[in-house]
């Protein structure tokens, strides 16, 4: 991410591999130390490079800011 690539999270068939796209990022969380503001930033670069339309884009992207501006005000984290 530092270096300016784009870096997503991802799940490679969950129900055969018991591997929830929510687990990899509390994985990412556990083992790497990420923390929200970065966890935000990976989720909304795997929305700008999916192959959604634009209006669904922008919206999942506002309801990340929603959560993440939540987070940062109710528990000082982020």
């Known amino acids: ?12 068939d969950p129900t055969m591999f018991g591997s ?26 795997g929305v700008d490079v999916s192959f959604a339309p634009v209006q669904l884009k922008a919206e999942i992207r506002r309801q990340m800011d929603e959560w993440l501006n939540r987070v940062d005000t109710t528990t000082g984290a982020g």
């Open 1 to 12: 991410m530092r270096a300016g690539l784009a870096v997503t999270l991802n799940s490679d």
């Open 20 to 45: 929830p796209l929510a687990g990899e990022y509390e994985l990412a969380r556990r083992q790497f130390g990420v923390d929200d503001t970065t966890l935000a930033a990976i989720a909304r670069c």
